[in-house]
Nanobody
Framework: QLQLVESGGGLVQSGGSLRLSCAAS????????VAWFRQAPGKEREGVSC????????NYADSVKGRFTISRDNAKNMVYLQMNSLKPEDTAVYYC??????????????WGQGTQVTVSS
């Protein structure tokens, strides 16, 4: 069973940077596609960025494209989200997510507990 624990959130001024980390345990992360989601107060959870098992394909929400970078270190079982040029509208709880498919074709989803990012204007 995969466990995910995020860290690195906090309070930052507009224009600043943060690097979120997601530590995986219980399984080798190299079998999982990974993603970051966020949820602002009163809003639905939205996808921010995702990466395939070897990060050969990455995608970003239009709202963060050019500012955020997803990366992973499978040897360390870690996923990262580098966030630059932060805006107040980036304020949200950020969640790490991982997805794997087993040999029968069944998908399994895993979520971290979230880390708060607050961007002041």
């Amino acid at each position: 069973q995969l466990q995910l624990v995020e860290s690195g959130g906090g309070l930052v001024q507009s224009g600043g940077s943060l690097r979120l980390s997601c530590a995986a345990s219980g399984s080798n992360l190299d079998r999982y596609a990974v993603a970051w989601f966020r949820q602002a107060p009163g809003k639905e959870r939205e996808g921010v960025s995702c990466a395939t098992t070897r990060s050969d394909v990455t995608n970003y929400a239009d709202s963060v494209k050019g500012r955020f970078t997803i990366s992973r270190d499978n040897a360390k079982n870690m996923v990262y989200l580098q966030m630059n040029s932060l805006k107040p509208e980036d304020t949200a709880v950020y969640y790490c997510f991982a997805k794997v498919v087993d040999y029968s074709g069944r998908y399994y989803d895993y979520w971290g507990q979230g880390t708060q990012v607050t961007v002041s204007s």
